[in-house]
């Protein structure tokens, strides 16, 4: 039978998941953010924290300020909705160093699409990435748009670390991992930018929704916009969409 959505799932005693459907789509994931910013802008009470995902929204609440069945309902209301206010997502431009050192997996990535490590680069620096959900780790930056001839899965043994900054593809993913961290993607290369930065504001510098795009840069630039990253400083580009 059919599934119907969006759909209200129970998800513990005190939250609740609205489902949008079960792929990895911008439409369902622009949905997503749009129900996010409604329940945003209405301030509902009793709920204390939302968490959007590909497809769903995840709704912490306080089970002793609103009630499951009545939140439930205002939930699905606002979910069905038409007409949804949408964000406009920025568009970032992140240095890369790529291979070597930086990108231990890239030659095996372009041993497995039967590429050369520069044209492996090239695509990956040639397309444009959606931001659909933050997620794993502060800042860890799940995004959608790869080059289907990256397609690489993860590996079969994760690292028990992965650099900070690491840029990397995992199955039909890439993602910014902005804390080191364990990891089972492959690593392409290594950004200075920090996704998350708790004593800069803001704190998080990429959400969900947003694009990024990435540019290759040369080993020598490394520390000195890794220190000004450190100290705070974007280090990534934020330019018109």
């Not at 997503?32 to 009793?46: M, N, Y």
């Not at 997502?89 to 890239?106: A, M």
Request: with cysteine; proline share 9%.
């Amino acid at each position: 039978m059919p599934i119907s959505y969006p759909r209200l799932l129970l998800c513990g005693d005190s939250a609740l998941v609205v489902e949008f459907g079960n792929s990895i789509d911008p439409e369902l994931n622009r949905r997503v953010l749009a129900f996010d910013a409604l329940l945003a802008q209405e301030q509902v009470p009793g709920i204390r924290e939302t968490v959007p995902t590909y497809r769903s929204l995840l709704v912490h609440y306080d089970p002793t300020i609103v009630a499951y069945a009545e939140l439930g309902a205002k939930l699905m209301d606002f979910a069905t909705r038409e007409g949804l206010p949408s964000r406009r997502g920025r568009h970032w431009r992140v240095p890369v160093v790529y291979g070597e050192e930086f990108g231990i997996d890239l030659e095996a990535v372009a041993e497995r699409a039967r590429l050369s490590p520069e044209e492996v680069i090239a695509r990956h620096s040639g397309a444009e990435y959606r931001v659909y959900m933050l997620g794993f780790l502060p800042g860890f930056t799940y995004l959608g748009g790869l080059d289907p001839k990256l397609a690489t899965p993860r590996r079969q043994e994760p690292r028990l670390e992965a650099p900070a900054g690491m840029i990397a593809i995992g199955g039909i993913q890439t993602g910014i991992q902005c804390i080191a961290a364990p990891s089972g993607w492959n690593i392409l290369g290594r950004t200075p930018m920090r996704t998350y930065h708790p004593s800069r504001d803001p704190i998080f510098l990429i959400e969900p929704g947003d694009h990024v795009s990435f540019f290759p840069i040369p080993m020598r630039e490394w520390d000195a916009l890794d220190r000004a990253a450190e100290a705070g400083e974007w280090v990534a580009e934020m330019v018109d969409p």
